[in-house]
């Protein structure tokens, strides 16, 4: 069981965060905690991130509008990268965001977008078509 829950952690990984760069979350949970790291990873990529009850690609809309909302600029780029890992549009991405203004406000909005537009400036698919 441990076998296979650390494959599709590893596996789910891959899948949302291959090609980002800089820290990822677990490399700083790890600094403080190894064996909480791997406990969080184990949860949050391999239980959480895996389910199949939703596409991947939902699943991270759904992940990329909540950070939005809530401001979390970091985690932010990270799952905007990890959305078009799983096959996003850069449209789909800023329709999502566009949709926090009611609950997010235009602020956080526009710090998304700048976001968003970074991403893509970095992946080379700046300006979108």
Not at 78 to 86: E, K
Not at 109 to 114: E, G, K, P, T
Request: aromatic share 8%; net charge positive; charged share 25%.
């Amino acid at each position: 069981m441990e076998k296979d829950l650390v494959a599709k952690t590893q596996q789910t990984a891959h899948l949302y965060f291959d090609g980002v760069s800089g820290e990822r979350p677990f490399d700083l949970w790890r600094a403080f905690d190894k064996e909480l790291a791997k406990d969080l990873s184990l949860f949050i990529t391999g239980k959480m991130y895996s389910r199949k009850r939703i596409p991947h690609k939902i699943r991270q809309l759904v992940t990329i509008a909540t950070l939005t909302a809530l401001s979390r600029p970091v985690e932010l780029k990270l799952h905007i990268h990890a959305g078009l890992n799983v096959g996003c549009t850069p449209q789909e991405i800023a329709e999502v965001i566009f949709q926090t203004f009611t609950y997010g406000g235009i602020p956080t909005v526009n710090a998304a977008l700048r976001i968003l537009r970074e991403v893509l400036t970095e992946k080379d698919m700046w300006p979108p078509e």
